[in-house]
Nanobody
Framework: VQLQASGGGLVQAGGSLRLSCAAS????????MGWFRQAPGKEREFVAAISWTGGITYYLDSVKGRFTISKDNAKNTVYLQMNSLKPEDTAVYYCAADHTPPTYGASYYRRALEYDYWGQGTLVTVSS
């Protein structure tokens, strides 16, 4: 599976951006697709994830109500709609894919180490 992220850019605080992650290769029912971000000098952190089947979504608390993750199975694409952006949202955003085990714990999808495939990252800069 290869992932291609796009849609980053420079936006003023309060603005919106939509990130896209196009996947090539076979995405099966047990995949979770995630978005992570990494700001300068900080560790990579979980932002949002969605199950490929069922569309169950998970979010970082600080982006709930502002960000929406969605998918288009026919296009093998995952989106991250980001509204009401804040300067603290500035980071390189990465999409990732994970072929999950048959069962997993509640916080599994938040751990970057669990993800098998990563896109190249797209920079989001929010000016104040």
């Amino acid at each position: 599976v290869q992932l291609q992220a796009s849609g980053g850019g420079l936006v003023q605080a309060g603005g919106s951006l939509r990130l896209s992650c196009a996947a090539s290769g076979r995405i099966t029912s047990r995949y979770i697709m995630g978005w992570f971000r990494q700001a300068p000098g900080k560790e990579r952190e979980f932002v949002a994830a969605i199950s490929w089947t069922g569309g169950i979504t998970y979010y970082l608390d600080s982006v709930k109500g502002r960000f929406t993750i969605s998918k288009d199975n026919a296009k093998n694409t995952v989106y991250l709609q980001m509204n009401s952006l804040k300067p603290e949202d500035t980071a390189v955003y990465y999409c990732a894919a994970d072929h999950t085990p048959p069962t997993y714990g509640a916080s599994y999808y938040r751990r970057a180490l669990e993800y098998d495939y990563w896109g190249q990252g797209t920079l989001v800069t929010v000016s104040s």
